[in-house]
């Protein structure tokens, strides 16, 4: 594949890479079966480029290896010419056929994502102390949660900005039913937890969501000091 070249701001930092040990965690989040619809949504957070989107049928490859191998050099790939790099978390229909799947793509809800971030509204990652309050929060929330009857978080993710809880549903219908739940134990958590540094973000309710893939660099604003760019990596609380 073509090396793709895109305009970043000069900062006199070394960039950031991709890490290709820790891409490899991802396939924790999207389990790969002989119908399985992975989809990489690659987007430039500067603009300089229209945002790209791939799809990976297990019927296209021998096995679910070279489906593996295929989305893990292209998202390295990517990630490394400047884009973010995405995933729609829950399992695609495998008879989808369009563009870039949409909340009736979904065949089930696999998972409820708990994504927790710095308050601030401002384009640029997170400083050193608004990363470790959104640990500090993910911990807090994942307690409440056990203690709710939720049992542990099934995959911890530092997203690169914030903290991902993510909770294994089983195969939850994907149904209006099922949205209106998520949205609210979502609406829950934000009135409970949100600080005045860190939020749980309340608009990840979608069925089609889409989430950093782990091993990839999370690219917003400014590469700076204060507020660098990280790899995203799967973690223990």
């Given at each position: 594949m073509?090396?793709?070249n ?8 070394v960039?950031?890479?991709a890490?290709?040990?820790?891409i ?6 999207l ?6 619809v992975?989809?990489?949504?690659a ?12 799809h990976y049928?297990?019927e296209?490859y021998?096995?679910?290896?070279g ?5 893990e050099?292209d998202?390295i ?10 995933t729609?978390?829950?399992?695609i229909r495998p008879?989808f056929?369009?563009k870039a799947a ?8 696999k998972w409820?994502?708990i994504?927790i971030d710095k308050?601030?509204?401002e384009?640029?990652p997170?400083?050193?102390?608004e ?11 994942a ?12 995959l911890?993710?530092?997203?690169g900005?914030g903290y991902?809880?993510?909770y294994d549903?089983?195969?939850m219908p994907?149904t209006?039913e ?5 949205k609210r134990v979502?609406?829950e ?9 860190v ?8 069925a089609?969501?889409?989430t950093?893939v ?6 917003k604003g400014?590469n ?5 760019y990280?790899?995203a990596?799967?973690e223990?609380?």
């Open positions: 073509k090396t793709l895109v305009s970043q701001p000069s900062t006199g930092l960039d950031v890479q890490d290709p040990a820790q490899k965690n991802v396939w924790q989040l389990p790969v079966n002989d119908t399985s992975i989809e990489l949504r987007i430039s957070p500067f603009g300089s480029r229209p945002p790209i989107t791939r049928r297990s296209n021998k096995s679910p290896d489906l593996k191998a295929a989305f050099r998202a790939e990517l990630n490394n010419s400047g884009f973010n790099i995405y729609v978390m829950n399992p008879e056929s369009t949409k909340d009736d793509d979904i065949l089930h809800r409820l994502l994504d308050a601030s509204a384009k640029r997170s400083r050193q102390e990363l470790d309050a959104a640990r500090a929060l993910a911990v807090e929330v307690n409440y949660l056990k203690v709710d009857g939720w049992g542990d978080p099934g911890v993710v530092m997203s900005n991902h809880l993510y549903l089983g195969q994907n209006t099922s949205a209106d739940l998520v979502l609406a958590l934000a009135r409970s937890f949100d600080t005045d540094t939020k749980v973000d309340r608009v990840v309710h979608n089609s969501r889409i950093k782990v091993g990839t660099v999370a690219r400014e700076t000091p204060e507020t660098p990280r790899v990596r799967m223990q609380l």
